[in-house]
């Protein structure tokens, strides 16, 4: 991946796979003596910045917005910090009027795929089908939401806004409320950009023992973690054994079946029963054996609604 000090140094786009931050995954681990820690990842695509006329192709707009519409959600990182020695590209720090720039933008590009589907339609609803009549009131409404100016995440699509910082941050307390409310119904959170430069060679306690050296506990890549799982709803559950002790990432509101596919795909029709238990209520038990004694490892079937920090084991 490409760092340097111009716009749009990033052309393609660039992944990082980064493991979610979860203590009760390592206590889990030592628990059962595993040999082996698998934590949950998340997926982040860097893609390259956003300008003003993005939705009529200037900068990388055409290629970005491609890109964006291939993810979960969007995070527009927009920059608080003043440093005559980093590029912006439009040679101010606005973090206001970068984030008006990416709404806006984003605005025009969605109003113009609504307008030609709702363009493209209109022979299927001739063809008496329900689906496009449905979806045509679905987009009339979206259309309405855009032409006032609001993002399409007011209706349906998820975003939040990370704003990109050094060691001292560049907006008082007032300006930052207020990026807060341009962001609308998003989240926020604040990532130290100058620690995780300083930090990027490094890793495990070595990283840590350099982030508390800089004075600071965290850069705030945790906290964006967090706040996209929050955003899409996610959940985590977790296996555990001698062998290995892992998380996997689920859908909240998803059955046990539905669970077991994120281990693999037939654990959903092969689903007999799954034995369950909180995470907490394991450590405490000391054991599987005592957790049964105890009456607190139980046995559920189809309709179980799979719980953030339940321990399963699925019987097939």
């Not at 595993?34 to 993005?54: M, Y």
């Not at 800089?214 to 555990?240: P, Q, S």
């Not at 920090?309 to 699925?314: H, L």
């Amino acid at each position: 991946m490409l760092i340097a000090n111009y716009p749009f140094a990033t052309i393609d786009p660039s992944v990082g796979v980064v493991a979610v931050p979860d203590d009760r995954l390592w206590k889990l681990s030592e628990f059962s003596k595993s040999i082996k820690t698998v934590p949950a990842v998340v997926e982040f695509v860097d893609i390259a910045g956003l300008v003003k006329g993005a939705s009529v192709g200037e900068g990388l707009g055409n290629k970005f917005l491609t890109n964006i519409r291939e993810t979960d959600a969007i995070a527009e990182v927009v920059r608080i910090f003043e440093d005559d020695n980093i590029i912006h590209v439009a040679n101010k720090v606005e973090p206001l009027s970068d984030i008006e720039t990416i709404n806006l933008e984003l605005i025009l590009a969605d109003l113009q795929t609504v307008t030609k589907r709702l363009g493209n339609i209109g022979s299927d609803i001739k063809r008496g089908s329900k689906e496009a009549v449905i979806e045509n009131g679905a987009l009339e409404k979206l259309k309405v939401t855009l032409e006032a100016g609001k993002l399409a995440n007011t209706l349906i699509s998820p975003t939040f806004s990370v704003g990109g910082s050094t060691v001292s941050v560049g907006l008082d307390e007032k300006e930052t409320v207020e990026v807060a409310k341009l962001c609308l119904n998003s989240k926020y959170v604040i990532v130290d950009a100058g620690i995780e430069n300083e930090l990027k060679d490094f890793e495990g306690n070595e990283k840590d023992e350099m982030r508390e050296g800089l004075g600071t506990k965290t850069d705030g890549i945790d906290d964006l973690i967090k706040a996209g799982y929050d955003l899409l709803g996610l959940i985590t559950y977790f296996t555990t054994g001698e062998d290995e002790t892992r998380a996997w990432t689920i859908k909240n509101g998803w059955t046990a079946p539905l669970a077991g596919t994120a281990i693999h795909g037939d654990f959903k029709d092969k689903f007999v029963r799954a034995e369950v238990i909180e995470w907490n209520k394991l450590i405490e038990a000391g054991s599987y054996g005592m957790a049964r004694e105890k009456g607190l490892v139980r046995t559920e079937g189809k309709e179980y609604i799979v719980k953030d920090g339940d321990v399963i084991e699925f019987k097939i």
